[in-house]
């Protein structure tokens, strides 16, 4: 979700082009692998060349995201990317020494982009919504960069939430990353043919959500992307999980 400062002239660019193929149409949401039900915008294939720019538009990842990775998850333990996208993160981790590392994408897309390079071989990448994945997983810690709010439907949102917190182990870290406003509100970042949605929590309202899982918060980070303020929230399990709720 780093790249949402881009998409919308990705988008429009790659509305200008012929419509695609069946073949040629492999990359279903826009936010490829962060929820499987979305609302029916984001059902909506985007072509082949819309997803080589996604990929190709990999910059530099700020230094506060891995000063708080590397303070509080260990390089021995396995961790959990959600919706690792064009991989940059997961990738530097890697080059870190990260060693059990596993990234979950639904784009296939984005899945073989990092298969392609022999160096991401120690990385186990799985290509499946989060919602519906069930492998008895077991984690130390997940990364959530804009995962959770990008899932649009709130009920679906907690469920996904409530599903991490399950799927980590005890004192398990959890690390969250979103904008955040005033208020919570609801950004159509593009038009048209694809509509791209995100939820942009109202701050407090947003960590005592997260709180409420059966998490405590352990520090909360600040920074800022030109005019869109950023929240990073480390997060440690510290309760049985409850029941997850069906829709």
Not at 226 to 231: F, Q
Request: aromatic share 10%; proline share 2%.
């Amino acid at each position: 979700m780093q790249l949402y400062l881009s998409l919308r002239s990705l988008v429009l660019e790659a509305q200008t082009a012929p419509s695609p193929t069946g073949t040629e149409v492999q990359v279903k949401r826009m936010l490829a692998g962060r929820s499987a039900r979305r609302n029916n915008e984001m059902n909506q294939f985007l072509n082949q060349k819309l997803a080589s720019k996604i990929i190709a538009n990999i910059t530099a990842l700020p230094d506060i995201e891995i000063e708080i990775i590397t303070e509080y998850i260990g390089k021995n333990e396995k961790v959990l990317e959600l919706g690792f996208g064009n991989g940059k993160l997961i990738k530097e981790l890697s080059n870190l020494g990260y060693s059990k590392l596993h990234g979950l994408d639904e784009s296939s897309i984005f899945v073989n982009h990092l298969k392609i390079d022999k160096k991401n071989a120690k990385i186990c990448l799985i290509e499946h919504d989060f919602i519906s994945w069930n492998e008895g997983f077991e984690v130390d810690a997940i990364i959530a960069f804009h995962f959770f709010t990008s899932i649009i439907d709130d009920n679906i949102r907690n469920i996904a939430i409530e599903k991490a917190f399950c799927m980590l182990k005890k004192n398990g870290i959890l690390i969250v990353k979103s904008f955040y406003d005033k208020l919570d509100k609801y950004i159509k970042c593009v038009q048209n043919d694809v509509d791209v949605e995100i939820f942009i929590p109202e701050i407090e309202k947003w960590k005592n959500q997260l709180a409420n899982f059966g998490f405590s918060i352990e520090k909360e980070f600040y920074s800022r992307i030109n005019e869109n303020k950023i929240l990073y929230i480390v997060l440690r399990k510290i309760k049985f999980p409850l029941t997850i709720a069906s829709t």
